[in-house]
């Protein structure tokens, strides 16, 4: 039975990203639904404060009701893992994730759903190792590839990957 997929965005990106717009392709083709909240107003002052209301506009946007899966690239994937401790969600898939963000007072963290995350071996942004580390702790599956923080040369791939795990949901 699919649901809805909130796509978040990266900070220096929009919702006709390439990752996210590949990841809603893929939920068309399975009958998921999916919304793409639009961050860069908040995102132009690049305060780490906006962190919340980027979370906050994510869950307007999530349905009342159904399932909802949270997906996002970068301070995408952040927000989505702070969505998913506020709202009942199916999964997460997290691109390219930062645990950390300089400036905001909390350190990333997510609910005990089904996730996977994908990561660049090379990411010069978001260190590799807490990575490793937030999916050892879950025993979330993790996907390390030869690639930096955009993930470039993998988007297909990611498409290809979260359409397993969109199915794997069931």
């Not at 506020?86 to 909390?106: K, N």
């Not at 089904?114 to 050892?136: K, M, N, Q, S, Y």
Request: glycine letters at 10%; proline letters at 5%; hydrophobic letters at 45%.
């Amino acid at each position: 039975m699919p649901g809805t997929v909130i796509l978040s965005h990266g900070l220096e990106s929009g919702p006709q990203a390439t990752k996210v717009s590949a990841l809603a392709t893929v939920c068309d083709a399975l009958g998921w639904a999916s919304v793409r909240p639009d961050y860069r107003d908040l995102d132009a002052s690049r305060d780490p404060r906006a962190i919340d209301a980027r979370i906050a506009r994510g869950l307007e946007q999530a349905p009342g009701e159904g399932r909802v899966v949270f997906a996002g690239s970068s301070m995408g994937a952040f927000t989505s893992g702070l969505a998913s401790l506020r709202r009942a969600s199916a999964g997460l898939f997290l691109l390219a994730l930062p645990t950390a963000i300089p400036g905001y007072e909390h350190a990333f963290d997510a609910a005990d759903v089904p996730t996977a995350l994908v990561h660049g071996w090379h990411d010069e942004i978001c260190p590799v190792g807490a990575v490793i580390d937030f999916a050892r702790a879950r025993s979330a599956t993790l996907h390390l590839v030869r690639d930096d923080h955009r993930l470039g040369a993998h988007v297909d791939w990611c498409a290809a990957v979260f359409r397993d795990f969109l199915v794997g949901l069931g």
